[in-house]
């Protein structure tokens, strides 16, 4: 009594539904890898004390947090890090990107404008 074509359509609906649940868990799969991989690499390269320092910021800054630890996966795979970075260097690294990211910021008065003012009057 089913449409032998309603009963495709079925068919061909649920294969993809289930593509896409497959294709979902492969990338988070790649995704733990990838962050496996990074905390890893953290480990090797950070001690202690410098990786506390990196959680509570990513803790307090997400955003910053990530930005440090791409800066130093990138110094890392480059070999620009000698050995374990301590808590100093990791503090030195973030002050440079403070520095980078901070802008001057001006302020400017126009005398013209405030001279005429219609409180004299």
């Not at 649920?14 to 890893?40: H, P, S, W």
């Amino acid at each position: 009594m089913a449409d032998p074509e309603l009963t495709n359509i079925r068919s061909q609906r649920m294969q993809d539904l289930q593509q896409m649940r497959t294709d979902q868990q492969k990338q988070e799969e790649m995704a733990v890898q990838q962050e496996n991989a990074i905390n890893g690499l953290l480990n090797q390269v950070l001690d202690q004390q410098a990786r506390a320092r990196l959680n509570t910021i990513r803790v307090a800054k997400p955003e910053k947090g990530k930005q440090l630890e791409s800066i130093i996966v990138q110094m890392a795979t480059t070999g620009q890090v000698g050995g374990k970075l301590s808590e100093n260097d990791l503090v030195g690294i973030l002050e440079r990107i403070n520095a980078q990211i901070q802008k001057k910021t001006t302020v400017k008065f126009d005398r013209r404008r405030a001279a005429i003012d219609s409180d004299s009057d």
